[in-house]
């Protein structure tokens, strides 16, 4: 699985090969040093960018650098070309030129820059300086990177959980209504308990652990039902799907709760650790954590002999019954815990998340390597399993396929995934 998400890397990479501009934050500190480098302390710079967000880092980061290295910004121009002429045609006026304009690739562009020295005789020495381009593929950018593993985090967070499940020989697909009811009831206690927008973060803290902990009790029932009276985990997880989304509709009415405060995305869209999303810090732990459990304890064992044959580890004296218990409610843990995730990223709550997100997390693990039979599979090729069907999404949107197109693609990935794994079988029968 390793050698095919390396081969899907490569592929996408070199599809989405193209000119680059750097932009934001890495525009300006390109374009300073290259300006540095030629205008020696004092120089008056003039910096120029056009509309946009990362226009204005760019403004920002540019005057700061330019100030840092002795440089005096003589003005900040951000807009249009009508901005930037006001500008120039009073700075004309007064003889007050600029040695330098940095600018965006953008405001570079616009015909006014291009006719400069024609305009404005008395600027003909003006040095332009702005972003130069460089080849590299968009699949590779830091940014896109990024935002592959933090857009599978809820899926592959869950993944976790349900290789546990599939490994016992089990199924659950309630986890799809489970973050739906945990985004619900974790903002809908912040609203109506913890004080609404003025929420303190303990305050949020607790309402998101009672989230969990109520998906963790939905899981324990499934678990307890599979157990205690023998029916298929396929209807028990089936009926407990659609209880879960009843009572998230029933308890949001049917409505989206904002009323949270906005510092409630620092798990779903902050960043602590050298700029790493807190979403993939926490991935990596809990993939961490699980991978030990799996492969260096007791209970890791247990669960690996419950799927292989119930009977022969009941008979090795296996709790069977405890260990199916734990697979499931840890597995609806897992899926509050995505809940509360997407209620951090979307700083909301409602009925409709979660919307078909059991049948993603199942492909991941059985794309992952993990036997829809039971007994086999590790929580590592999950993870491997879930980035893979990350990185055909992404970049078939790289690459202008159209929605409908990837669905039939997911899904043949999918029926690949459960052809090698029947084909493996009955080689080994």
Known sequence: M????????????????????????????????????????????????HEGVEAGEFAAAAETALRDRGMDVVGVVLGDPQGLRGELERRAATGDAPAAIVATREAAEWRLMQVLSERFPAMAKVRIFSPQRYWWPDFLKRSNLLAIADRIVVIAVIAIGMTMVIITGGI??????????????????????????????????????????????????????????????????LAMMLIASGMAFILAGGQSIYQVPASIDWLGRGASLGGIPNTVLLMAV??????????????????????????????????????????????????????????????????????????????????GGTSLAGGQGRILGTLIGAFIIAVIQNGMNLTGVESYTQKV?????????????????????
């Open 2 to 49: 390793v050698f095919i998400l390396i081969l899907l890397c490569v592929y996408y990479s070199w599809a989405t090969w193209k000119e680059q501009y750097p932009a934001g934050r890495e525009a300006a500190a390109q374009v300073i040093g290259a300006a540095a480098r030629e205008l020696g302390e004092r120089a008056p710079v003039l910096v120029v960018a």
């Open 172 to 237: 659950d697909l309630s986890v799809g209504s489970l973050i739906a009811l945990s985004a619900v009831v974790s903002t809908l206690l912040v609203s109506e308990v913890a004080g609404a927008k003025d929420a303190t973060a303990a305050g949020m803290v607790l309402c998101c652990l009672a989230a969990v902990l109520a998906c963790g009790l939905m899981g324990a029932f499934s678990g307890l039902m599979v157990t205690a009276f023998s029916i298929p985990p396929f209807i028990v997880t």
């Open 286 to 367: 809990l993939y961490a954590g699980a991978h030990v459990l799996m492969t260096r304890t007791v209970l890791g064992r247990y669960i690996y002999a419950v799927g292989g044959n119930v009977e022969a580890a009941r008979l090795s004296g296996v709790p069977v019954r405890r260990v199916i218990l734990f697979v499931y409610a840890v597995c609806g843990l897992l899926a509050g815990v995505g809940g509360v995730v997407q209620a951090s990223q979307l700083q909301s709550g409602a009925p409709t998340y979660g919307l078909m997100y059991e049948l993603y997390v199942i492909a991941a693990v059985v794309v």
């Open 409 to 429: 693609v997911l899904g043949a990935v999918i029926l690949g995934a459960v052809l090698l794994d029947m084909l493996k079988k009955r080689r080994s029968a």
